[in-house]
């Protein structure tokens, strides 16, 4: 049973414009989600959070943006930049215990 | 400086043999994890471990053993009961399982069976 969804494999954007990376879930006990980006043969470095109390946290480029009735969240890059090219996974957590991953969504910015 | 160490980076194996992945934080966190990642699918928790001496089964936990004697450590066994055992391993460790925290992964460990 897949918890966390992202059902857009991949993304293509021009540079200077808004990257929207969509992500849903199922289980309405998760309160904390986070977003990764992974470069190919690399782990996946934390980029941003967002606790089940707030609908949206921002940390420069990146905004993220949580609907909890929707259950959906989505990340927001603006401007989009070459070196944001990545995989991007979203992932979710219930207060105690493990980190659920989506399957992620290939971004690709062109220049 | 602190970090997650995996090794090996590449590593190879014969059917029926049994190989251990090594994982080593030196970040002082309580939590630890294995996830395994297969193209074009996301991260599947095959274990985690909260605490020295206890480990939990993940989603994809048949054919893998753990152990956790140290809170640096949390090898990773493939044994031969792992029927599609090569795939890109990925160890990571957070401060707790509780609260709000992020995990942080090391380099990863591909495994190939040949």
């Known amino acids: 049973d897949q918890q966390v969804k992202q059902n857009s494999p991949s993304l293509s954007v021009q540079e200077g414009r808004i990257s929207i990376l969509n992500c849903d879930y199922t289980n309405s006990m998760f309160d904390y989600f986070l977003w990764y980006k992974k470069y190919p043969a690399e782990g996946p470095t934390f980029l941003i959070s967002i606790s089940s109390i707030k609908d949206k946290n921002e940390d420069g480029r990146f905004t993220v943006f949580l609907n909890k009735s929707a259950k959906h969240l989505s990340l927001h890059i603006v401007p989009s930049q070459p070196g944001d090219s990545a995989v991007y996974f979203c992932?979710?957590?219930?207060?105690?215990?493990?980190?659920?991953f989506g399957a992620g969504t290939r971004l690709t910015v062109k220049p | 400086d602190g970090g997650i160490t995996q090794s090996p980076k590449y590593l190879f194996r014969k059917e029926g043999q049994n190989v251990t992945l090594s994982c080593e934080q030196n970040l002082n966190h309580d939590a630890m994890y294995w996830y395994r990642q297969d193209p074009g699918q996301g991260l599947r928790l095959i274990y985690y471990?909260?605490?020295?001496?206890?480990?939990q089964k993940g989603d994809i936990a048949e054919g893998y053993s753990v152990s956790r004697e140290k809170k640096e450590s949390f090898p990773l066994t493939v044994t031969s009961a792992q029927k599609n055992p090569t795939a890109f391993y990925l160890c990571?460790?957070?401060?707790?399982?509780?609260?709000?925290?992020?995990?942080?992964f090391g380099q990863g460990t591909r495994l190939t069976v040949v």
């Open positions: 990571a460790s957070s401060i707790s399982l509780r609260g709000y925290t992020e995990a942080f």
């Open positions: 992932a979710a957590r219930v207060i105690w215990g493990d980190m659920r």
């Open positions: 471990s909260q605490i020295v001496n206890d480990f």
